[in-house]
């Protein structure tokens, strides 16, 4: 299979004989990572829970002496975001970006001589988001700082911390669709091929770019990625989505080559005997790497290939879209990136419009 040819929508098993595969004796090591049962190992560079400590209310000593008493804003916040990581299960990246909206609102109130939540009404929270929009913040960092405040004020409600909940009729503003920055095939390879062999980490760079491009994996679905999810000799590897979503995806023959080569010859010197990890994908230290880190490992080779705006999103972009346009159909590419709702998966249909004439011409009775 071509790296730039789309992907297949369904995984074909390799043959022994074949020296394209990851079952050759060079790649023994991978050949011997069996499949097992679903595990949800969770990344062991996830905090247990935000750092929420960092966020200080206006009226917090200079010092930040850690013996201080917590606000009156602090610690309903804290038992929110306890309940949604322990009671509702939500991931540590929705945790984070609550805790984040929270604190804006928090440090809003208090530079208006709120001292605590029960002051939270419809009003204030309107012209806190109308600040956010005079700030510069896009609608769809609006909608989900509405989003937040919905939820938490729910919490609250039920909580008694509140005697009612002033987001319930609070409106999300209007968003509109962007259609995603999309590589061409060329613009892929060169991308690709990005990474200078004299690079400590080159193994480990080519084989990220191209799991990235091969399978539509997000960022953290990479950075997260487990030894015991790949399965080279089928030509698949098993991924943890958004909402601890598992999915199956078949990957090309460049991608499990790419990842047979790291593994073989540049993991083992990364690993530490101290500190082993069932990550894929290690740091220079031997610890396993971050969605932060990928992102800054695409921007950099990116910049080597010269492409402008080019981030990991960019690649599961130009995956979707790519597979569209060899002919493959729009809920097998629903199933491949993981997406809840087709309409989200839909938006690539308004990218490729030459798909969309080709429908038109062969199955409209009159084109």
Not at 15 to 29: K, Q, R, V, W, Y
Not at 159 to 167: G, S, T
Not at 254 to 279: F, I, K, Q
Not at 342 to 357: F, G
Request: hydrophobic content about 35%; some cysteine.
């Amino acid at each position: 299979m071509s790296r730039t040819t789309p992907p297949s929508t369904a995984p074909a098993p390799s043959s022994p004989n074949d020296s394209g595969s990851l079952a050759s004796p060079s790649t023994a090591a991978l050949s011997r990572l069996r499949p097992e049962p679903p595990v949800r190992v969770p990344s062991p560079t996830t905090p247990p829970l935000p750092p929420v400590s960092r966020l200080k209310p206006a009226n917090a000593e200079p010092n930040g002496n850690a013996t201080r008493k917590p606000s009156r804003f602090e610690t309903p916040v804290r038992d929110f975001l306890t309940h949604c990581r322990i009671e509702c299960g939500f991931s540590p990246a929705t945790i984070q970006a609550y805790a984040a909206d929270l604190k804006d609102l928090w440090v809003w109130l208090a530079t208006r001589k709120h001292t605590g939540w029960s002051a939270l009404t419809h009003d204030l929270i309107t012209e806190h988001l109308k600040s956010l929009l005079d700030k510069g913040l896009e609608s769809s960092s609006v909608a989900r700082h509405v989003a937040t405040i919905r939820v938490f004020c729910r919490f609250m409600e039920s909580a008694e911390h509140l005697p009612n909940n002033p987001a319930e009729q609070l409106a999300t503003p209007a968003t509109w669709q962007k259609l995603p920055n999309v590589l061409g095939p060329q613009e892929v390879e060169l991308l690709i091929s990005a990474p200078r062999p004299s690079d400590p980490l080159f193994l480990r760079d080519v084989a990220i770019l191209e799991m990235l491009y091969a399978g539509g994996l997000r960022a953290s679905e990479v950075a997260d990625l487990q030894l015991s999810w790949l399965h080279p000799t089928v030509g698949v590897v098993r991924v943890m989505g958004k909402g601890s979503k598992e999915r199956v995806i078949p990957v090309g023959k460049p991608a499990l080559r790419a990842v047979g080569r790291y593994l073989e010859e540049l993991r083992p010197a990364l690993t530490r005997d101290d500190s082993p990890t069932p990550n894929v994908f290690l740091s220079r230290r031997g610890q396993p790497i971050t969605r932060i880190v990928v992102w800054q490992i695409v921007k950099r080779h990116a910049q080597r290939a010269g492409l402008a705006d080019v981030h990991p999103h960019t690649l599961r972009h130009s995956f979707a879209t790519h597979l569209l346009a060899g002919g493959a159909d729009l809920r097998v590419v629903q199933e491949l990136l993981g997406h809840a709702n087709i309409n989200t998966t839909q938006v690539y249909t308004h990218i490729d419009r030459s798909r969309l004439r080709d429908v038109l011409d062969r199955f409209h009775p009159r084109p």
